[in-house]
């Protein structure tokens, strides 16, 4: 039987109305919207492309939103400064730094610059441990693994008790995603293993999952056979691996693939997020959903 797609286009609308409801009830209580900062440094395609949609989506949603696109040869100071008159601006809730920065910015002083309280991202060293002392408890998730726990509850996966193999170790996706299933709780309390590139069989780790995760950057790394037959297939993975024209507006587009063979996974796999339109939209609703959740918690 083919597995069941789940569709982060589909399930991103019920979250960006719920997240539109929520910006009017708080804009009754307050008299203001959320409102959230992007700052882009520098013209990374996928980052610029990742941005605009975040910008389109908070417009949506009726957020107030600023844009500071930068050049890529500004200092680390004047970054932090940019970075703390928005900390100190009562109407910005969320400040978001697209990753990744310029080779002469020290990322991680740009996170910790970043008050807690508006790190909508879940960045910030204090808002990574809250992740991992209190779960789905914590004030904010960061968006990505937010929205696979999203994906997964509202198709109704088993995750409790389950074996989760998560193939990848990065701070935006692979610790947390690993860290958020391990907790007690709704949609958790799994057995999570973590498999990365010093792992000696990776295929034989990801036969064993029951949720499988991969989030590697490698396109096509997972092949049918190291899919458990029924299993649920996470794909994170955003490649971009050419170019072609769009049929709607002629113009030039990226062809994007994920880390796992999607068609041949199909026939195996009970679940699979397809790439584009699997776990990309559910990143960017969430993010619209810590906003709102940033603005409450300073708010209310
Ligand atoms: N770069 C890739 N993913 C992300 C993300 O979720 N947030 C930010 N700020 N940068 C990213």
Same mark, same amino acid.
Request: net charge negative.
């Given at each position: 039987m083919a597995a069941e797609i789940i569709r982060g286009t589909e399930l991103r609308e019920t979250i960006l109305d719920e997240v539109a409801e929520g910006v009017k009830t708080l804009k009754e209580k307050t008299g203001r919207p959320p409102g959230l900062v992007t700052i882009l440094v520098g013209e990374n395609p996928a980052s610029l492309s990742y941005v605009s949609l975040k910008i389109k989506t908070a417009h949506r949603v009726g957020f107030k939103e600023v844009q500071e696109n930068i050049a890529?040869?500004?200092s680390e100071a004047d970054l932090l400064a940019l970075i703390e008159q928005y900390n100190r601006d009562?109407?910005?809730?969320g400040i978001l730094v697209q990753l990744p920065l310029p080779k002469h910015i020290d990322e991680s002083r740009v996170i910790d610059a970043i008050d807690p309280a508006k790190d909508v991202d879940a960045f910030h060293p204090v808002n990574v441990g809250r992740l991992m002392l209190e779960g789905s408890s914590a004030p904010f998730i960061p968006c990505t693994p937010a929205g696979i726990q999203e994906m997964l509850v509202r198709a109704g !996966?088993? !995750?409790?008790?389950a074996e989760v193999v998560v193939v990848g170790r990065s701070n935006i996706v692979g610790k947390p995603i690993a860290n958020l299933l391990l907790q007690k709780g709704r949609a958790a309390n799994a057995t999570v293993t973590v498999v990365h590139t010093?792992?000696?069989?990776l295929a034989s780790h990801c036969r064993r999952a029951d949720v499988l995760i991969v989030?590697?950057?490698?396109?096509?790394? !997972?092949?049918?056979?190291w899919i458990k037959p029924g299993a649920c297939v996470i794909d994170v993975g955003v490649n971009r691996v050419g170019e072609r024209v769009s049929e709607k507006t002629g113009k030039t587009v990226a062809v994007l693939r994920g880390d796992v063979d999607y068609d041949a996974a199909l026939g195996v796999a009970g679940w699979i997020t397809p790439v584009p339109g699997g776990v990309g939209p559910m990143t960017i609703a969430m993010l619209m959903k810590n906003t709102l959740k940033a603005m409450e918690l300073r708010t209310l």
């Amino acid at each position: 039987m083919a597995a069941e797609i789940i569709r982060g286009t589909e399930l991103r609308e019920t979250i960006l109305d719920e997240v539109a409801e929520g910006v009017k009830t708080l804009k009754e209580k307050t008299g203001r919207p959320p409102g959230l900062v992007t700052i882009l440094v520098g013209e990374n395609p996928a980052s610029l492309s990742y941005v605009s949609l975040k910008i389109k989506t908070a417009h949506r949603v009726g957020f107030k939103e600023v844009q500071e696109n930068i050049a890529e040869d500004v200092s680390e100071a004047d970054l932090l400064a940019l970075i703390e008159q928005y900390n100190r601006d009562d109407t910005i809730d969320g400040i978001l730094v697209q990753l990744p920065l310029p080779k002469h910015i020290d990322e991680s002083r740009v996170i910790d610059a970043i008050d807690p309280a508006k790190d909508v991202d879940a960045f910030h060293p204090v808002n990574v441990g809250r992740l991992m002392l209190e779960g789905s408890s914590a004030p904010f998730i960061p968006c990505t693994p937010a929205g696979i726990q999203e994906m997964l509850v509202r198709a109704g !996966v088993p !995750v409790a008790g389950a074996e989760v193999v998560v193939v990848g170790r990065s701070n935006i996706v692979g610790k947390p995603i690993a860290n958020l299933l391990l907790q007690k709780g709704r949609a958790a309390n799994a057995t999570v293993t973590v498999v990365h590139t010093g792992t000696k069989d990776l295929a034989s780790h990801c036969r064993r999952a029951d949720v499988l995760i991969v989030a590697a950057g490698v396109p096509n790394l !997972v092949h049918p056979e190291w899919i458990k037959p029924g299993a649920c297939v996470i794909d994170v993975g955003v490649n971009r691996v050419g170019e072609r024209v769009s049929e709607k507006t002629g113009k030039t587009v990226a062809v994007l693939r994920g880390d796992v063979d999607y068609d041949a996974a199909l026939g195996v796999a009970g679940w699979i997020t397809p790439v584009p339109g699997g776990v990309g939209p559910m990143t960017i609703a969430m993010l619209m959903k810590n906003t709102l959740k940033a603005m409450e918690l300073r708010t209310l």
